[in-house]
């Protein structure tokens, strides 16, 4: 027990690792030596664990799906307040882009042209989005001319840009960041007269990002943004 214990910590250990280097100097320059050094394992519990650096991509994109579904959860289609779902999500999304490098480096996989993996997060995103817009359109609490199309399109690349100051560390406050953004758009959103108001701010009750880092492995919680 004692020993499987140990071989789980250090999958996890390798695949935050991995997550830190991609994060760091991406995919095609992230190297089996610097992921194992930054682990503390030598190349050979590497490749114990994983057979290649392809291996240990996917295990890196497949824990940060893990991780944004938890955030996300699945479209609820009754909700009684759907854009104001999205505003606290995408607050949450924000928050563990910035403290979350496993998250962060499963983006950043989707935006690599020399990668090609079985798992878009951004498309898992940008669908999440794309089906509450619907929700709040059929609850009569979106705009009538807004084009759902164009609002995903801006949402999603509003948080591109974050991640991708995240990674570049030049963005000293993403909360303020996503409520400034949501101040500008909001007014277009909302339908004249919807109720109830939506707060730009969202609420500040701490989400709990349960994190499986492989598979079979033990969930661990952290607090790791606001929803």
């Known amino acids: 027990m004692a020993r499987q ?9 390798l695949i935050r690792s991995a997550a830190e280097v991609i994060d760091d100097v991406g995919y095609t320059e992230a190297s089996i030596s610097a992921i194992s050094h930054r682990a503390g394992v030598s190349n050979g519990a590497l490749h114990f664990h994983f057979k290649s650096k392809r291996a240990l991509g996917e295990a890196v994109e497949l824990a940060a799906a893990r991780t944004l579904l938890h ?16 505003v606290d999500t995408s607050r949450a999304l924000a928050g563990c882009i910035f403290r979350d490098p496993v998250l962060r480096a ?4 989707g935006g690599d042209p020399t990668w090609q993996g079985t798992v878009d997060l951004w498309e898992q995103w940008q669908d999440w989005v794309e089906l509450m817009l619907v ?6 609490t979106l705009s009538p001319d807004v084009g759902i199309d164009e609002a995903v399109s801006i949402i999603t690349s509003f948080l591109a840009g974050l991640e991708v100051r995240a990674r570049a560390g030049t963005e000293p406050s993403p909360d303020r960041a996503v409520t400034g953004f949501w101040r500008l758009l909001l007014p277009r959103l909302v339908a004249e007269g919807a109720a109830p108001p939506v707060d730009p701010e969202g609420v500040t009750l701490p989400l709990w990002c349960t994190v499986d880092l492989g598979t079979g492995g033990q969930e661990r919680e952290r607090v790791c943004g606001v929803a």
């Open 106 to 109: 499963g983006f950043s996989l």
């Open 5 to 13: 214990h140990r071989a789980l910590r250090t999958r996890e250990e």
């Open 135 to 140: 929700v709040a359109r059929d609850r009569h």
């Open 71 to 86: 955030i996300t959860g699945r479209v609820p289609l009754r909700h009684p307040a759907p854009l104001q779902l999205l």
